[in-house]
């Protein structure tokens, strides 16, 4: 199994990004995605999850520090998952890192990108 995050970079407040987390190792369609942030001296924080396409619960959740600004979304065919990030905020500024919890096949988690927000 491997995630591999891409697309952090540098952008000025107001600007936009769009992250993925490409998948092997697995039947990406089986499971929910995670993305999450650790930004410099914080913990790591839950950004947004998009559940499997089988799953009977809520297809999508955000933490309420990015609602109406970052859109999770996959791409089975292409086993990627996108987290879309528009108005950005300093306090964007983050590691982000993609996680696959497989249940009993484990729980995985890219290197992460560095997206960082400043004028």
């Known amino acids: 199994v491997q995630l591999v995050e891409s697309g952090g970079g540098s952008v000025q407040p107001g600007g936009s990004l769009r992250l993925s987390c490409a998948t092997s190792?697995?039947?990406?369609?089986?499971?929910?995605i995670g993305w999450f942030r650790r930004a410099p001296g914080k913990g790591r924080e839950g950004v947004a999850c998009?559940?499997?396409?089988?799953?009977?619960?809520?297809?999508?959740d955000y933490a309420d520090s990015v609602k109406g600004r970052f859109t999770i979304s996959r791409d089975n065919a292409k086993k990627t998952v996108y987290l879309e990030m528009n108005s950005l905020k300093p306090e964007d500024t983050a590691v982000y890192y993609c996680?696959?919890?497989?249940?009993?096949?484990?729980?995985?988690w890219g290197k992460g990108t560095l997206v960082t927000v400043s004028s």
């Open positions: 996680n696959a919890d497989l249940g009993v096949f484990g729980d995985y």
């Open positions: 190792g697995f039947t990406l369609d089986d499971y929910s």
């Open positions: 998009i559940s499997s396409s089988t799953s009977d619960g809520i297809p999508y």
